[in-house]
């Protein structure tokens, strides 16, 4: 069963992950850079012998498994001696599950309940010594930071959702462009540009606000240019597993032009006219309901739903919510029903307090879901 099968839920079990990474040091150096606030291993693979060193991290935030699962796709697709002259001129630190205990109860924070993310001046928990700890050791020439974000976000004004959105991070407040800093645009540029026949607009921009408390600002306020990978949406993809393969062809593209060089034939401003994130969408739009609110009847109302990503026996499940109702919904959605079409001739009783309550039997049932 080739990865790909294995890993096609959004949930990864340090577990399973580990196994797979244990069956991978025939040809990798895997090694326990530390362990975490539980006591969980925090593996790395070493990969290549280039001169170029590239530190790359994953699930930093424990239900971010989207990159994770392309990291695993890269390092399989690198067992074959036929590709690994991609790395040829590359020495790969890679950290495929930073977060253990977050990774095992799916949730972005840790055991103590810390965001890693938030942690890089401080340094109060394991995980984030361990990640500063290789960071000092490996000196690393680039660093990836790999996480996921949720469905709502879109594509500027374009009206599609952010499949992937990168960043440079800035590395002090003014957010001026610093040489190191202006090599990840460019590096990011050159990725844009070979995804957008794939993705067509659907790659984002993410909010570069300075925060020296995050980690890829603080690794870019050490010069060393920090590549920042937030994997999104694709159109009835909520498994990632369509944006999984599109986060494994930027790995690839990325070690592409830092191998050779090429991200020098882009611009800075290239970088700047990729779209900025937005918080634009909605998973779903149902129209026309009658809802029962506060002891009043209102007819032909759009509901507006997002889902919870919520474990349940290793599976995550959407558990749909009601954001609210309204004539006349601003925004976008990634599904649109017509409630006359389900069949359905209850009522709806909303209540903004307990948005899971009856919503719930109601959206799934007619969903699916």
């Known amino acids: 069963m080739s990865v790909k099968e294995k890993f096609n839920d959004r949930y990864l079990s340090p577990d399973d992950l580990n196994s797979f990474l244990k069956g991978l040091d025939k040809l990798n150096s895997l090694s326990i850079l530390g362990y975490s606030e539980q006591n969980r291993p925090i593996y790395a693979v070493n990969i290549g012998h280039g001169p170029i060193k590239i530190l790359l991290w994953s699930q930093m935030h424990g239900n971010e498994t989207t990159c994770t699962k392309a990291l695993c796709q890269l390092m399989e697709l690198l067992e074959s001696p036929a590709h690994r002259s991609i ?24 055991a103590n309940n810390i965001d890693l993310n938030r942690d890089a001046v401080n340094l109060t928990q394991s995980e984030s010594r361990v990640l500063s700890d290789i960071f000092k050791e490996f000196k690393p020439d680039f660093c990836f930071n790999l996480h996921g974000q949720r469905s709502i976000y879109a594509t500027g004004d374009m009206g599609l959702p952010a499949t992937i959105s990168f960043l440079a991070p800035s ?28 993705l067509n607009g659907r790659i984002a921009r993410y909010d570069d606000t300075f925060n020296i408390n995050c980690v890829g600002d603080m690794f870019s306020s050490r010069l060393v240019p920090t590549i920042l990978f937030e994997a999104g949406h694709f159109p009835n993809d909520y498994l990632r597993n369509i944006t999984t393969k599109y986060v494994l062809m930027a790995l690839i593209d990325s070690f592409r032009v ?7 034939n882009f611009t800075i401003d290239e970088y700047l006219n990729i779209p900025e994130n937005s918080m634009d969408y909605n998973d779903l739009l149902i129209r026309g309901v009658p809802v029962f609110d506060k002891g009043n009847l209102f007819e032909n109302q759009d509901l507006i739903i997002n889902y919870k990503e919520t474990l349940k026996e290793k599976k995550v499940e959407f558990v749909p919510y009601m954001i609210d109702y309204s004539e006349s919904p601003i925004g976008l959605f990634h599904k649109t029903i017509q409630f006359e079409a389900t069949g359905i001739k209850n009522q709806i009783i909303f209540d903004k307090e307990n948005p899971f309550d009856e919503i719930q039997l109601f959206v799934r049932k007619m969903t699916n879901t």
């Not at 790395?87 to 840790?110: F, V």
């Not at 407040?173 to 990840?184: D, H, K, N, T, V």
């Not at 830092?258 to 020098?264: H, P």
Request: proline share 5%.
């Open 87 to 110: 790395i040829s001129k590359l020495t790969l630190i890679i950290i495929p599950q930073l977060n253990p205990d977050g990774a095992i109860k799916y949730s972005r924070y840790n």
């Open 171 to 198: 590395g002090e407040p003014e957010g001026l462009i610093s040489s190191s800093r202006g090599i990840s645009m460019k590096i990011i540029a050159a990725i844009n540009k070979s995804l957008q026949n794939e």
């Open 258 to 264: 830092i191998s050779t060089s090429d991200y020098n």
